[in-house]
Every structure is written in structure tokens, then in C-alpha cells.
């Protein structure tokens, strides 16, 4: 049963102008979402993460929103420079663990593409 | 200085054989963790440390023991090696146990099973 989805498996955009990575989840005891950026032969380094209790949150280029209703969450990366190639995961927390483990649950990575 | 470090990269072993993956972090982290990614890149936790102390341990065979000597070092041995075992497996670290305490994750070891 996958409990966090990204349905795109790859998204191509254009160095500058935004990038949109989406995420759904079905487990309603998730509380704590977190974004992870992976390059080739490397491990996952963490991106940006957003609490139950907000609905955004920015770091610089990047914006995590969560409509809790929808169990949706987006990346929002602006601009986007080729850099970014990466794939990028996201990830999910349940409320049991969030303040005593860390079990996180992982979705499948959306591919992202920035051409010149 | 590389934060996570495992070793070996790669590891082409046959079924049946017994193998240790091993990991260090140098960050002074308290917890620690091992996730499979398998084919279908889905990355999956398999176990988590706190300062010595296993406290997840997700559904694993047995054949998968990890063995924390220190709380720099995780190591994963895994005895009897079946295909389904291959699969990229990470180490990774964090300064806390909660989901709020960023992962560092290492490279990666990429195990082969023939």
C-alpha cells in the first residue's frame, strides 16, 4: 500500500520559470512532510519541510504548501535553474513518531529536468 | 570531510553468502538509520538508533542484523544473501530522533545479488 504518491514520475521545465512538483498522501496521521533532493550516485539531502499545523513554508527559491484537506502538498521551485536537475522525494511522518522517531515514508521521486 | 560515509560502494556477492555493510558519520549525531531502496525506487526505512539503542526496527527478516559499536557507526550484516536483497541501501544521521531533526544520508551502497 503506498501511502505517499508522486504521480509524475519526471517533469521537464525551463531554466527561470517555475517548477511544480506534486505530492499526495493517504494516511491521515501523517503530521510532519518533508521535500528531498537526490543527484545520480548520491544520497538523498534534505530540501525544506513543513508541519501539520502550517499550509506553507519558504526557503529561498523553494515553497512547500500542504492542503491537509486534499492530503496534497507541492514543491514550488522559483526560478528555476539547472541545478535542480535532481530527482525529488517526499516524505511523510506519523503524528506517533514525529516528536519521538523518525519514521519516515517516502514517495517513489518525481524527476526533474531544467533546460536552458 | 565526508559527513556519511559507507563502504563499499558497490557489492556483487552470490545468494547464500553473508555480507556487512558499514557506515560512519562524523557529525556527532545521536541517531542513526538504514533505508532500502529497491528497484521500483521506493526508499524504505529498515532501522533506526539512538545512542546505541535500537528503537525502529520495521518489518526486516532476521537474516538482517545491524550493529551500532559506537554511535558514530551503524553497521548492517545481512547472512544468506537472497536475490530479492539487492537493492541500493543508505545509511543516514540525524542530531535527534524526531522527524523535525534533518537525515543526512550517505552515498549509498549498491548490493548485487547473483
Known amino acids: 500500500d503506498q501511502q505517499v504518491k508522486q504521480n509524475s514520475p519526471s517533469l521537464s521545465v525551463q531554466e527561470g520559470r517555475i517548477s511544480i512538483l506534486n505530492c499526495d498522501y493517504t494516511n491521515s496521521m501523517f503530521d510532519y512532510f518533508l521535500w528531498y533532493k537526490k543527484y545520480p550516485a548520491e544520497g538523498p539531502t534534505f530540501l525544506i519541510s513543513i508541519s501539520s499545523i502550517k499550509d506553507k513554508n519558504e526557503d529561498g527559491r523553494f515553497t512547500v504548501f500542504l492542503n491537509k484537506s486534499a492530503k496534497h502538498l507541492s514543491l514550488h521551485i522559483v526560478p528555476s535553474q539547472p541545478g535542480d536537475s535532481a530527482v525529488y522525494f517526499c516524505?511523510?511522518?506519523?503524528?506517533?513518531?514525529?516528536?519521538?522517531?523518525?519514521?519516515?515514508?517516502f514517495g517513489t521521486g518525481t524527476r526533474l529536468q531544467v533546460t536552458l | 570531510d565526508t559527513a556519511v560515509s559507507q563502504t563499499p560502494k558497490y557489492l556483487v556477492t552470490q545468494m547464500g553468502n553473508d555480507k556487512s555493510i558499514k557506515c560512519e558519520q562524523n557529525?556527532?549525531?545521536?541517531?542513526m538509520y538504514w533505508y532500502k531502496q529497491d528497484s521500483k525506487k521506493f526508499l524504505k526505512i529498515m532501522f533506526s538508533y539512538n545512542n546505541k539503542e535500537l528503537i525502529i526496527n520495521e518489518t526486516v527478516p532476521n537474516r538482517f542484523s545491524p550493529k551500532s559499536p559506537d554511535k558514530a557507526h551503524l553497521n548492517l550484516h545481512i547472512n544468506s544473501l537472497e536475490l530479492g536483497d539487492s537493492a541500493v541501501y543508505f545509511c543516514a544521521s540525524s542530531l535527534g530522533q524526531g522527524a523535525s531533526y534533518e537525515q543526512y544520508f550517505g552515498p549509498g551502497t549498491r548490493l548485487t545479488v547473483t
Open positions: 516524505a511523510a511522518n506519523e503524528a506517533q513518531y514525529t516528536g519521538t522517531a523518525s519514521k519516515l515514508t
Open positions: 557529525l556527532g549525531h545521536d541517531t
